[in-house]
């Protein structure tokens, strides 16, 4: 059985910082690709970020290059993503996930983001 916990969201100002982190049980977590998702409230979930199975090769979307850095631990089974810089609309809950390349296959159950102006 697959399981994705996210953890890490809360509430900060304008401005702020946040770390969420991603523990993946349930498969070897150096073969997947993992990524960051955000479903804002009345929006539909969009994509924010992913890395490679060896931890290089990030991707961002262009709202949040240079504010977001996604990371991961292989040794530990979990993945990372340090959010500065934080704006209003970022707030969102955030999911993470896993691919072999072809599909994400794996959701947690999100965690919540909400940054105040």
């Known amino acids: 059985q697959v399981q994705l916990v996210e953890s890490g969201g809360g509430l900060v100002q304008a401005g702020g910082s946040l770390r969420l982190s991603c523990a993946v049980s349930?498969?070897?977590?150096?073969?997947?690709?993992m990524g960051w998702f955000r479903q804002a409230p009345g929006k539909e979930r969009e994509f924010v970020a992913s890395?490679?199975?060896?931890?290089?090769?990030?991707y961002y979307v262009d709202s949040v290059k240079g504010r977001f850095t996604i990371s991961r631990d292989n040794a530990k089974n979990t993945g990372y993503l340090q959010m500065n810089s934080l704006k209003p609309e970022d707030t969102a809950v955030y999911y993470c996930s896993t691919t072999t390349g072809f599909k994400w296959d794996s959701w947690g159950q999100g965690t919540q983001v909400t940054v105040s102006s």
């Open positions: 349930g498969r070897t977590f150096s073969n997947y690709i």
């Open positions: 890395i490679s199975r060896s931890g290089t090769s990030p």
